[in-house]
């Protein structure tokens, strides 16, 4: 059963950094297409980043990420990661990770099939 669990999120001042982690259980994590998405009070879900698998070096980052954002993965620990700096007030959301056998392009939500129940990061002003 795949199972996907969120951590990390949180409250932090504009300009500070948070990671957030999606540890992965019922199956391997670096064959899949992962992405990070996040969803705003009243707005879209939107990708924020995404990697196809661990084979291929190919990562996607929003245009309003670019730069401040970092997709990573640990396939030892089976585990995603989103390194976050520099955050703004408007990076506010809950943060969501998916997975699918694979998908291109990533950064879109439809393509995905298995969701963790999201973390919600709060950036202040």
């Known amino acids: 059963q795949v199972q996907l669990v969120e951590s990390g999120g949180g409250l932090v001042q504009a300009g500070g950094s948070l990671r957030l982690s999606c540890a992965a259980s019922?199956?391997?994590?670096?064959?899949?297409?992962i992405g990070w998405f996040r969803q705003a009070p009243g707005k879209e879900r939107e990708g924020v980043s995404c990697?196809?698998?661990?084979?291929?070096?190919?990562?996607s980052y929003a245009d309003s990420v670019k730069g401040r954002f970092t997709i990573s993965r640990d396939n030892a620990k089976n585990t995603a990661y989103l390194q976050m700096n520099s955050l703004k007030p408007e990076d506010t959301a809950v943060y969501y990770c998916a997975v699918v056998g694979y998908f291109d392009p990533c950064l879109n939500p439809a393509g995905y099939d298995d969701w963790g129940q999201g973390t919600q990061v709060t950036v202040s002003s």
């Open positions: 019922g199956f391997p994590l670096y064959h899949y297409t």
């Open positions: 990697s196809l698998s661990s084979s291929e070096a190919s990562t």
